[in-house]
Every structure is written in structure tokens, then in C-alpha cells.
């Protein structure tokens, strides 16, 4: 456990299977009642990581695969800076559903802790906020995002700085770079959700193949 405590922070971090996640969100989605708490919260993750992204990735029309992209704040973030073709997927069909349309060029259901079935070298870019955390999406979706990613992709994240350690995501990112999968462009602590205390690690990587 950090020092923090972050574990205690927020409900949904006291759960431990996907089922008990989705079971979560099942609720958390209806109503936009994710959407709402998110604005209460003031949940930087989406704003932080596409603030961070856009700096790199200046051709706008590049394929940017959203990993966990929720409700679409992602999306709504990306399209705002005038990125215009992007993908999302996401294990909760509640929070898919919730989605506008037209936003996404493309939406699938899928468990990220299991092979993603994209072929690789597909995207430009990929981009997994909010969805590292407890009970969620595991280190080794970081070899899928590498990938499904081309030479030179980005790959953007965060991870909930509760369970950095504790899931093994610091020796998985230490592991890619000794590997030679990727070179680190941006590794800070973002504000994430700052009103309750839980920050993230935010990552920007390029991948080497
Ligand atoms: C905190 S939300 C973040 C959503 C969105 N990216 C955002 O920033 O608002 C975490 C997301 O991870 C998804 N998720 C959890 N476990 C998953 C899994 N095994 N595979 C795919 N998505 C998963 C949840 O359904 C949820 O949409």
C-alpha cells in the first residue's frame, strides 16, 4: 500500500474482478452520472494526456486507437485539438452505449487484459487513460499497444500512481526500455484527480521496432 492510502480514495478502487468492475460501471454509466462526477471531480486525465500528446503528434489525421475509452472523454479531447480519426475500445457495453455518435470512427467491446485482435503495426498511436488502476487493465496490454503500434507510434497513458508499483507497471516500463520496445519521451506525476487526492503517472513513449 502507498502512503497515500490512494486504494481508500474513491469506492470503485475496492474491487477486485472485472466483474465486479463492470458490475460498477453498469451503474456509474447510467444517468451520465460518470460523465457528471468526472466534471465534480475535476478529472484532468483526458485534458493532461492530449495536452501531452498533441505536442508530438502534429499531423491530425493519424489512426489513434483509445484503450478503455470509457464514456469518450478521450475522444471529446482529441477532436477538440482537431484529431479526426480515432478508434475506441472498452470491456463496459454501458459506457459504450453512452458514447456520441459520430464520434468515434469505430467501436468495439473488448478485454484489454486478453490479446487485442488487431493486426499489427495498425496504428499511428495509442492512447489508455484512466484505465490502468485498480482492479482494471494489467501491465502486459503495454505488449499489445507496442504491437498493434507502428515504428515511431506514440502510446500515452496513465497509471494510477496507487498501483505503479504494486501491479508491476514500474518493471514493465524499465523492462520495455532495456528491451529496446520503446524510448521514454515524457514520464511526469500528472494531476489526474487532484480534489481527492489520487494522482498518475503519465507516460508518452515511441515505439522501436
Ligand atoms: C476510469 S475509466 C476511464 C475511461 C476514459 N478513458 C476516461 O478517461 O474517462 C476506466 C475504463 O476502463 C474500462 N475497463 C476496465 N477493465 C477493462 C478491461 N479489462 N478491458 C477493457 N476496458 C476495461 C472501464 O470499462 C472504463 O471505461
Redesign the pocket.
Known sequence: MSKKDVGNKIP?YKLKT?EE??GF?DDW?DKDK??KD?VNWN?T??KE?VNTFKKYAENKSILIF?????????GKELKKFGYNNFHG????K???ETIPKDLYKKLDK?????PIKTNDDYYDAV?????F?Y????PN?LDEFIRITKNKGLICF?INEGIYKEYGFDKKIEELEKNNRWKKIEFFKSEYIASKNVNAWLGLYEVKK
Open positions: 470503485i472485472t468492475v463492470m460501471y454509466g460518470y460523465n468526472m478529472y486525465g483526458p494526456t483509445d484503450a478503455g475509452c470509457g464514456t469518450g472523454l478521450v475500445a472498452d470491456l463496459s454501458t459506457l459504450l473488448v478485454d484489454l487484459n486478453l492512447m489508455c487513460v484512466g484505465t488502476t482492479a482494471h487493465v494489467k496490454a496513465t
